[in-house]
């Protein structure tokens, strides 16, 4: 069983502006979290990027969004985008701030936003070819934590404390279902009749119920131990710029739970947990107990302190003290 192909990586240096790039190429899936500096992606992967999760917009998570708009005009498509209130006013003032009185014909780029609005979502397009006005198309009751989901992966969210509301994400590859070639002639399955059966066993929700094959019935638990297995899915977590509270802690651990890596800012050493609190960012100390508590298989490290120069070694030493799988 291979796990997915998953390229995933920090966009700069652990000291300087927060934000990860999760690439899954055969899907032709790109994803930002944050787009604080991101000078250093290269243009052909900015010209790539489908989808965009921003934790809030402090201009250390969001100075890089004219950088992606430069790079996206020129290419039809649409960039899906989520975030929190005040994310649409604020994409609107930066679209707003350039003048576009000559894009008739420039290829149709939209940035469709879905915004966390108390207990609602609000979907928002900006449209080039309407000169990128805000655009509310939709309006969605929130009774679920998820905030994108495709055929492939889910990306889930929590909203969490930062003295502003910010948001904290769990990308979810799914795991997949594969059927057995060799186990499938013993059934005489061709053509379409294979795809009724993987639909099938795909269902969960058909646990007790039977497939009928050339006349005779098979439980589902009899067929998917028999002509399938799982590839187990993955599991992929970013929080940052969050105070430590109880109330936070809980939020982040349900989101977190089992990552395979968890990216997680480790802003002070513990020493420093007063100016920690002050600005409401997280020491090494309780970095490490989260990834501890959320039983993650690794850890990554990232928005530290520039007080503690480019040397951050003391930083990771005392999160390892907690969590020795940590990066």
Not at 83 to 109: A, K, M
Not at 277 to 297: D, P, W
Request: aromatic share 12%; glycine share 4%; proline share 2%.
């Amino acid at each position: 069983m291979s796990l997915p192909r998953i390229k995933h990586y920090l966009i700069n240096e652990k000291y300087e502006d927060p934000g990860i790039v999760i690439e899954i190429e055969s899907l032709g899936k790109y994803l930002l979290f944050d787009v604080g500096n991101i000078n250093r992606l290269e243009r052909d992967l900015l010209r790539k990027i489908t989808h965009v999760f921003i934790s809030h917009t402090h201009l250390d998570h969001f100075i890089g969004f004219d950088t992606l708009l430069r790079n996206k005009l020129g290419k039809p498509h649409t960039v899906e985008v989520f975030g929190i209130s005040p994310l649409s006013q604020n994409i609107h003032c930066r679209l707003q701030g350039y003048t576009w009185n000559l894009v008739d014909f420039e290829p149709q780029l939209i940035f469709r936003i879905k915004e966390v609005d108390g207990d609602i979502f609000k979907i928002y397009n900006f449209d080039i070819k309407k000169k990128f006005q805000r655009e509310l198309v939709k309006i969605e009751n929130i009774d679920t934590d998820i905030i994108y989901e495709d055929k492939f992966f889910r990306v889930r969210f929590a909203v969490l404390d930062h003295k502003i509301k910010v948001l904290g994400y769990s990308f979810e590859y799914k795991q997949r279902l594969k059927l057995i070639p060799e186990r499938l002639k013993e059934f005489n399955l061709e053509g379409k009749d294979i795809g009724k059966l993987k639909e099938f066993l795909e269902n969960e929700k058909n646990i007790n119920n039977s497939f009928v094959i050339n006349g005779k019935s098979y439980t589902y638990s009899f067929l998917k131990e028999r002509v399938s297995y799982t590839i187990p899915g993955y599991k992929i977590s970013y929080i940052t710029d969050v105070i430590y509270s109880e109330k936070n802690k809980e939020k982040i651990l349900k989101l977190i739970k089992n990552s395979d890596v968890l990216y997680c800012e480790a802003v002070f050493l513990d020493k420093d947990k007063e100016q920690a609190k002050k600005v409401c960012h997280l020491t090494s100390k309780q970095t490490g107990e989260i990834a501890k508590l959320g039983n993650v298989k690794k850890l990554i490290i990232f928005h530290i302190s520039r007080r503690y120069g480019k040397n951050y070694e003391k930083v990771l030493k005392e999160v390892r003290e907690i969590f020795p799988e940590t990066y």
